[in-house]
């Protein structure tokens, strides 16, 4: 019950067993087709380059701007969190120009306060986590799009903390490149990384093509210019997805197996009945910790639906009643980073755990963990208060 | 049957289907420290930096390469096949200067050859692949460690193909960097990359590390020749696998349980029985390919024990011939790249398929389809080959 990863769902555990297929053998390229068009719902676009990358989700985001940046580019990064700074990390090694702007972690920015940066900076890219798990809110993304094509910006997110779990609407919202990964709301193991390009980018990152020796044809060349990495050479990996079915990495079949039974599960669910899924359980563990005394990080307009930063109490020691609550209870709850670090815990309610059994026993046991612990509780309190939420919704 | 990914082995699969746990759980923790000392086994290292990197085999070459080249350090690499080809490409999107000597596809070179370009170039990086599945050939690397140590070089090599079925010794022969995949001879699909490195290596990119952003330690600062990847950042890798586990990926959960029973299994039979099953099967396969009438590509002597090429007969139509194997036989065997596309395929017998049923099923049924398409084959001759090979094993 941490901020992810999670418990996975059996059925992504199962799709994990299954025998291999060879690279080209029909099934398996029927299996990528079909796992492209299924991410297509995920993100909710009619991008035809949507596809995996094969690593975990830091790998997506290094593929999507490590392709999309050619060194000296400037590229804006609004920082809230850890991941913000993580962007700024992996633009930087792609030899960008990096400017930031910076925002108390809790809080998220108004869509004038990165307009103005962008008009100021006039990057070629920004790029902007969705939700930053490390202080559990979510920067709102649907008025940024319109200001990115306004100024001839590049728009890109991770969502790898909230895809599944969380609204998101990569044409609506007008994103140009958006990665996630499977170890959140979508149930799944890390190791494979989702993601989804439009035209626009497609257009950037093929521009930059270079095929490589060993497999080019003759006239194929080599580019000056072309993308630092092999491995996360979106142009390549689109020829190894697209019709042309260029060899590239063999793509890990199993990894595969899983992204696809992640989003066929959620496909099969509903999008929307997910997220309203996983709002149910998240405010049903908030209120819960609520009642169990302890106050509740961050800006609560702007919360994921998924995870919640509450504050350690005074005279309490966080690590020691995590280590209880995991080796005593069998539940992990996560820490903190940065300036959060030894001050609040995380408690997550995530895919295959947003579920009233998952929340209640987690109350249940960390309501001991706290007495334990010396922490003034109330009890029955936690379990009163998700019991409140859950019989308010099923009267609505 | 093709030149890999390959069947996994069921071992490999069932563990892939366990639960995850969070990647600082101790259990979590535990089997991370346990996978360095199985893959030590595997490799035959005592280098203490021995770990995965979560991408498929090409990952870790990029991880090695990207960690070890600072951009303008010239690196050596021998080309025989299509992957020396891809550490060319890869070195140079590093920065390297690279400088290459060719041989033809199939061929190797001698020690001597080798020694002369390092003695003129003067890299600090002999980067070479050990076996070659485009060409089925194996550079023989056991005297090449004491060349590199003569002239202060580092040696590389990726060893992908051969691991487990074929002679490798990392510390013998002089190692600096070794990567790996699971795909072939380990018997589990491709996804994660086992890597070692000797303590010099460690020391060269260690002297680059730069800890991001977000989770630096108050006086800890970056660096202006930090390493050009964030997620190959094998200095940041190695905090993450050392006791300081400091957050960097989120560990492939699913991926570490399959590269861990991979390596399980691999040391329960022995590495060198696994070698010898796989000389053993290879060259059953290899008689009953040429009993069938098919000419064998490739410098016999450096020949891998787990995959031979075979030249496609005259007026046959390759393609076709693969085809209604994989459709009507369900056996897949491999085209080929580069100057071999069309003139042969190539045939493994690895891993899990490093098996007596799996190479008389597969002479059985090649057997048909050539006689099929129309090639003159000898009705039993493939079979009859393949029990020779098996007799005079048994009588030894």
Same mark, same amino acid.
């Given at each position: 019950?941490?901020?992810?990863?999670?418990?996975?769902?059996?059925? =992504?555990?199962?799709?994990?067993?299954?025998?291999?297929?060879? @690279?080209?053998?029909?099934?398996?390229?029927?299996?990528?087709?079909?796992?492209?068009?299924?991410?297509?719902?995920?993100?909710?676009?009619?991008?035809?380059?949507?596809?995996?990358?094969?690593?975990?989700?830091?790998?997506?985001?290094?593929?999507?701007?490590?392709?999309?940046?050619?060194?000296?580019?400037?590229?804006?990064?609004?920082?809230?969190?850890?991941?913000?700074?993580?962007?700024?990390?992996?633009?930087?090694?792609?030899?960008?120009?990096v400017h930031t702007i910076e925002t108390d972690w809790g809080t998220v920015f108004r869509p004038e306060q990165i307009e103005e940066a962008i008009v100021r900076v006039q990057p070629k890219l920004l790029a902007v986590v969705h939700g930053d798990?490390s202080t559990t809110v979510a920067q709102p993304l649907d008025e940024l799009g319109a200001i990115c094509r306004a100024n001839g910006v590049l728009f890109y997110t991770d969502v790898t903390a909230t895809i599944g779990g969380n609204e998101f609407?990569?044409?609506?919202?007008?994103?140009?490149?958006?990665? /996630?990964?499977?170890?959140?709301?979508?149930?799944?193991?890390?190791?494979?990384?989702?993601?989804?390009?439009?035209?626009?980018? =497609?257009?950037?990152?093929?521009?930059?093509?270079? $095929?490589?020796?060993?497999?080019?044809?003759?006239?194929?060349?080599?580019?000056?210019?072309? $993308?630092?990495?092999?491995?996360?050479?979106?142009? @390549?990996?689109?020829?190894?997805?697209?019709?042309?079915?260029?060899?590239?990495?063999?793509?890990?079949?199993?990894?595969?197996?899983?992204?696809?039974?992640?989003?066929? $599960?959620?496909?099969?669910?509903?999008?929307?009945?997910? =997220?309203?899924?996983?709002?149910?359980?998240?405010?049903?563990?908030?209120?819960?910790?609520?009642?169990?005394?302890?106050? $509740?990080?961050?800006?609560?307009?702007?919360?994921?639906?998924?995870?919640?930063?509450?504050?350690?109490?005074?005279?309490?020691?966080?690590?020691?009643?995590?280590?209880?609550?995991?080796?005593?209870?069998?539940?992990?709850?996560?820490?903190?980073?940065?300036?959060?670090?030894?001050?609040?815990?995380?408690?997550?309610?995530? /895919?295959?755990?947003?579920?009233?059994?998952?929340?209640?026993?987690?109350?249940?046991?960390?309501?001991?963990?706290?007495?334990?612990?010396?922490?003034? =509780?109330?009890?029955?309190?936690?379990?009163?208060?998700?019991?409140?939420?859950?019989?308010?919704?099923?009267?609505?």
């Open positions: 019950m941490g901020p992810g990863p999670i418990n996975a769902d059996p059925r =992504v555990l199962r799709a994990m067993s299954a025998q291999l297929v060879g @690279q080209y053998d029909p099934s398996m390229t029927a299996y990528m087709a079909e796992t492209q068009e299924l991410y297509r719902g995920v993100f909710r676009t009619r991008n035809d380059a949507t596809l995996l990358v094969d690593g975990t989700s830091r790998a997506g985001i290094e593929a999507a701007l490590v392709s999309l940046i050619t060194p000296g580019d400037r590229v804006l990064v609004p920082v809230f969190g850890r991941f913000g700074h993580l962007l700024v990390e992996i633009a930087e090694r792609c030899g960008a120009e798990t609407e990569a044409d609506e919202w007008g994103l140009d490149a958006v990665t /996630g990964g499977l170890q959140k709301c979508l149930g799944g193991p890390s190791g494979s990384a989702p993601i989804t390009l439009s035209a626009k980018a =497609v257009e950037v990152i093929s521009a930059r093509k270079s $095929i490589e020796a060993g497999i080019r044809e003759p006239g194929e060349t080599s580019r000056p210019d072309r $993308i630092r990495s092999n491995y996360f050479d979106l142009a @390549q990996i689109l020829d190894y997805w697209g019709p042309r079915r260029l060899n590239h990495h063999t793509e890990a079949t199993t990894m595969l197996y899983g992204s696809r039974e992640c989003a066929r $599960i959620l496909l099969e669910e509903g999008v929307d009945a997910a =997220v309203a899924r996983h709002r149910l359980h998240g405010t049903a563990m908030l209120e819960g910790l609520r009642a169990l005394g302890l106050s $509740i990080f961050g800006d609560q307009e702007h919360r994921m639906t998924n995870v919640v930063g509450v504050a350690i109490p005074d005279g309490v020691n966080g690590d020691a009643v995590r280590g209880e609550l995991l080796s005593d209870y069998g539940i992990e709850i996560g820490t903190s980073f940065g300036p959060l670090h030894g001050k609040i815990w995380r408690v997550g309610t995530m /895919g295959y755990n947003a579920r009233k059994d998952a929340v209640l026993v987690t109350l249940a046991s960390l309501e001991q963990v706290l007495r334990r612990a010396g922490a003034p =509780v109330t009890g029955g309190a936690g379990a009163a208060a998700a019991y409140d939420v859950y019989d308010s919704e099923s009267a609505v």
